[in-house]
């Protein structure tokens, strides 16, 4: 079966199985108010006759309907589960004709000024980022946008490539995993609240009034003495007053952690459930145990965080008035529960930002297997040893449908070379600069690639393609070109390692003399620095370079233009472009030219 028809297959059953458990959900709602009135109105009807049988009954029925409701509650989580399950494979088949339902886009995470991307659409509404993007929290996107920003070392790749490797083929797990992550609406939310509060120290508020933890036992004690008539209402007036201080001291602290920390129990929730099915899971290869391991750090991370979880939730309970005037008061709720969270504070300061990492890398390296499974044609790239390399066999561009995609290959071998693109407009010079630049961020993250075969080294990628003006910064566009390549020249003399780059159009802001100039000198000043890359241009005598020097190879892209159209084939061949369409063009819309 291919990929589309397992996801089709999987949506049939899981929207059936959800309708299942809806029925199931329906019967029990019926029986939820059944059992209720029944018990109202037995309990009543007994009361007149024998107030112990009725009392038995009431107790009987509220021991029914609690067991009803909570079989209630688990079948409404089966049901949405279930749907959850079928609206992931619903927008994997919506990924394969490249759209998509989910609103991430990435672009928050995107980094101004970055060396490529903007250029090579690594984040955007039609981005790289919402192709692979299978997670759901916020550190599982921020670090699939860390991956995809900057190159992993060749042993992390390695590691990467077997883990991913692993993850391919367990759908179900995965996909259950993507499941239990979107029943949370807010998992996304920021965790930096929590990091802070961890990072503040101990509470030297709770710390000084702790020991009086006791104290509602006293006062307790003292309500019902007071009820049985043995001490004056006075006494219990005074210690709750005490109380009263006690909380008043403490309110400042409690209050900014429980308005913090209302909306995160849920999502506290989610990563414990998350985490237990990492931790139940056995893996093999190195990286996926390695991983699971930190989650095992003096108790498991799973019941850490619900413990967590379980002690937020309480203390909140504080956020409703009534209950702190009957409850919270006379048993000095606050303190009770945020000594608990200093214990938890003191044993996992160090852990939560551990076990977050783990988490965000999972959901990363489910993501990037999420995608290979979806693409089972896509190989894993080759990491090569030498100090600059590439080699490519029918590449194509992920972001393009398959049957519209043209594949092309290209090889690079050595620092200090460029490869010169001359073409018509519209011919796909762009497009296979972009090709070769998504495939190299995909094989330097660790992900398969869009191509038959790819081997490249490790590179640092720079890209000056959509150079614009800017009216904040009072510059035109031919400025900004300049300033991003004086970013490429200061790149290429400090990188330790290769700089890989992608110029397209270069210097299109000015005059054909000056043009040709430039970007002849900035080649010769490349050559002499760590990079190699690709110039695109229409300068013809651009080219002519390669006559001269051997580090400059020539290739194009061609079109022809027959019966008032024009015919592209968008594959690159060796050489100058000797076929230009803009003189047919400037004709086909009425510009007269002999």
């Known amino acids: ?268 929730k989610a990563f414990s459930a998350l985490l237990e099915k990492i931790e139940n899971h056995s893996f093999t290869s190195a990286k996926l145990r390695q991983l699971q391991s930190q989650l095992k750090v003096s108790a498991t991370a799973s019941k850490s965080i619900q413990e967590l979880a379980s002690v937020t939730e309480n203390l909140n309970f504080r956020l409703n008035p009534y209950f702190m005037l009957a409850i919270g008061l006379p048993t000095l709720w606050d303190l009770q529960w945020m000594t608990k969270l200093e214990v938890w504070k003191r044993t996992h300061q160090h852990h939560l930002k551990i076990w977050l990492h783990v988490l965000g890398e999972f959901e990363t390296l489910s993501s990037l297997a999420g995608f290979a499974y979806a693409n089972p044609s896509y190989p894993f790239a080759e990491i090569s040893p030498n100090d600059f390399h590439l080699k490519a066999t029918k590449a194509g561009h992920p972001m393009i449908l398959g049957e519209k995609r043209v594949s092309n290959d290209f090889e690079i071998n050595e620092v200090g070379q460029t490869a010169i693109i001359t073409g018509s407009n519209m011919s796909g010079k762009s497009t296979f600069l972009r090709t070769l630049g998504i495939n190299t961020v995909l094989a330097l993250s660790g992900s398969v690639v869009c191509a038959e075969s790819f081997s490249c080294s490790i590179v640092r990628i720079f890209t000056s393609m959509r150079t614009q003006d800017s009216l904040e910064e009072n510059t035109s566009s031919f400025y900004a070109e300049l300033k991003r390549l004086q970013s490429l020249l200061q790149l290429a003399k400090s990188s330790g390692i290769p700089v890989f780059y992608f110029l397209d159009e270069i210097l299109k802001g000015t005059n054909s003399a000056d043009r040709h100039r430039g970007a002849e000198a900035l080649i010769k000043q490349l050559h002499l620095l760590n990079s190699s890359g690709f110039v695109s241009t229409h300068d013809l005598e651009l080219g002519q370079m390669e006559t001269q020097h051997d580090y400059i190879a020539n290739y194009s892209f061609n079109s022809t233009f027959s019966e008032g159209e024009l015919h592209f084939d968008y594959h690159l061949q060796p050489g100058i472009c000797r076929e230009f369409n803009a003189t047919a063009l400037m004709r086909q819309i009425g510009i007269e030219i002999a």
């Open 1 to 268: 079966m291919t990929p589309s028809e397992v996801f089709e297959q999987r949506q049939t059953v899981f929207l059936q199985q959800a309708e299942v458990f809806q029925r199931r959900y329906s019967q029990l709602s019926t029986a939820r108010l059944s059992i209720f009135l029944a018990t109202i109105a037995l309990t009543w009807g007994l009361y007149r006759i024998n107030s112990m049988a009725a009392l038995a009954t009431g107790v009987f029925g509220l021991i029914i309907f609690a067991v009803v409701l909570r079989k209630h509650q688990k079948t409404a989580r089966e049901r949405d589960l279930y749907r959850a399950l079928a609206e992931i494979n619903k927008d994997e088949i919506s990924r394969l004709s490249l759209h998509f339902s989910r609103a991430e886009t990435g672009e928050s995470f995107a980094v101004k000024n970055h060396a490529y991307c903007n250029d090579l659409d690594v984040f955007g509404p039609h981005s790289l980022f919402r192709l692979l993007n299978r997670a759901h929290t916020r550190v599982g996107m921020q670090t699939l946008a860390d991956w995809l920003l900057d190159p992993a070392d060749p042993i992390e790749l390695a590691v990467r490539q077997l883990a991913i490797t692993e993850l391919t083929p367990l759908l179900d797990w995965r996909q259950e995993m993507e499941a239990v992550a979107r029943l949370e609406k807010q998992i996304a939310e920021s965790t930096d609240f929590l990091h802070h509060w961890l990072q503040a120290g101990e509470n030297e508020s709770i710390l000084r009034w702790k020991h009086l933890r006791w104290f509602p036992i006293l006062t307790i004690a003292g309500i019902i003495s007071a009820f049985m008539g043995l001490i004056p209402w006075i006494v219990v007036v005074l210690l709750l007053g005490f109380h009263g201080f006690i909380l008043g001291k403490l309110n400042h602290s409690v209050k900014a952690y429980a308005e913090q920390s209302n909306g995160i129990v849920d999502t506290l």
